[in-house]
């Protein structure tokens, strides 16, 4: 009886699985609706944080600029218009963009190159003015205030980085530091520049482009970047206000003024140099710059300077550099006064020179 009913269940086990196959391939085969079709939602996508505004309000307003000498291309950048008159679109680049250059083109966003006509260049502040026929002019850019920037907030470039085949790249980052100070060399020699430090890429080519922030006003000229092996995503950029400093100098043909002191110098760490120019500084004097002539007619001259004097400080700046030996004289305008400490041999003493003429 057991037997039986265990033949039973398992038979009732066997019916049950057909039957629920059976059941399932009927209702896939023959009760699917033939008309049946998936419904595809369409998703809409809005950014919030985009900078597309921004990037159009500046875009068409820069511009690639190529250097050349004779008929060899030396160099290439960017640059953007900042006034446009009845005849003419005027536009801000670097000096090192156009530094020995014969004849600049310059192309506009949609292709049309016209020449430029080179207005002026100071080569310590890295900043060049040219012109250009009005009708290669799209836009003119608008011009903001790099103090109103603080650390953190968005910023983006527009420019030409390796050269003109990404044309009208932009790169977007944030404002890393403010009143930065960075040592560069030039055909002057070492000199200090107070820049913007941005994280936004900066490539060979992107100098002279704008830096802008995030309404479309240009803060600062992107000049230099530091390119080294273990150092990543820092661009610096010169701030819009010192560069419109010398603009409407330069825009005239103007040189621009800065006071002339009347000597050489070398750093007070060259030995070489020193031992070259036979003087010797006591060993426990490690910070200043060494004067290794001074020139006659000079200011230098007249507050009784000499070869083998190092000087350490201007009014309260300490100098520990040529760079900053400039960077500071520059601060300064033709006929201000200034106090100058110094060791002769191991004597401090102190003069005050009144720079009365301008650098050359």
Known sequence: MKKNIKYLYISGMIISLFVGIIGTLFTVNYLKDPNQTKEVKKVSITETNTIKEAVNKVYNAVVLIKSYKGKEQISSGTGFIYKKDNKKGYLITNHHVIEDSTTIKVKNIEGKEVDATLLGSDAYADIAVLSIEKDAVLTVAEIGNSTEIEIGDTIFTVGSPLGEDYMGTVTKGILSGKNRTVTVESSNGGAIMEVLQTDAAINPGNSG???????????????????????EGMGFSIPIELAMSSVEKLEKGEKIVRPMFGISMIEVDNVYTLYRNNIEVPKDIKEGIVIASVENDTPAKEAGLQKGDIIIKLDNTNIDSVATFRYTLYKYSVGDKVKVKFYRGKEEKEVTITLNKESE
């Open 209 to 231: 482009g704008p830096l802008v922030n995030i309404n479309g006003e240009v803060i600062g000229v992107n000049s230099i970047k530091l390119v080294e092996n273990e150092i």
